[in-house]
């Protein structure tokens, strides 16, 4: 939303989804229908195929959603799908399933298909108490990954009342993980049950994110 709001032809990617819902006789991403619903994008089912080249059904894992279903997980066809939208378009925004270090298969985690895509990353938080540990740890990881960190955004699942402990957590994680904090985005009452406009949310959005220069 905030891309597009600059005039950017950004479209989001999610590469492996679980707890896919059937639209109709095909499995579709939730998450994927959520953002472009969002961002004013109207797609077809082909472009939502490279968009969400993994559909799972189970809302578990993905590991154990790909070891259930008997599909396994390739990098290369997340790469190949993700070079095709790029080819389409000016940027795609990748989504993660879980955390860094959440399995993809028995072996590899999200942070190895980060790696293999080789993107810069935006770390999301949750404000309030816990968020240091939390946040420094991935920054860690990412660190060691020696993936670029264009930042940290801060997203409100529940409302916030901004005080103390969430005004020194911005500050400290941009001391101490020497990332900066791009903004928050804000809790609305009503924004997954799409009781929030597209445009009111796309103005919310561009108001409260600093967008990295480059």
Sequence with gaps: CALRGH????????????????????????D???????AGLNTEPRA?????????????SPHLAS?????????EQIAEAL?????????????????LLAPLSQERTL????????LPVILVARPGLGTINHTLLSLRELERARLPVLGVIFCETRPVQWGEI??????????????????RIPFLEG??????????????VTEHLQLPQD
């Design 32 to 38: 994927l229908r959520f953002c472009t619903a969002l």
């Design 191 to 204: 924004l997954s049950e799409g009781r929030i406009a597209p445009e009111t949310f796309r103005h919310l």
């Design 67 to 75: 070891a259930k279903c008997g599909r396994e997980i390739s990098f």
């Design 166 to 183: 969430e005004r020194d957590n911005w500050m400290t994680i941009e001391r101490m993980g020497k990332t900066p904090v791009l903004g």
């Design 7 to 30: 005039g950017i032809d950004a479209v989001p990617m999610k590469p492996v989804q679980t707890g896919a819902v059937l639209d109709g006789d095909r499995l579709v991403s939730p």
């Design 111 to 118: 942070l190895d298909l980060m790696v293999h895509l080789d």
């Design 83 to 99: 070079a095709k939208l790029l080819e389409r378009r000016q940027s795609v925004v990748v989504e993660g399933a879980g955390g």
């Design 48 to 60: 939502e195929a490279l968009m969400a080249p993994y559909l799972f059904e189970p809302a578990c």
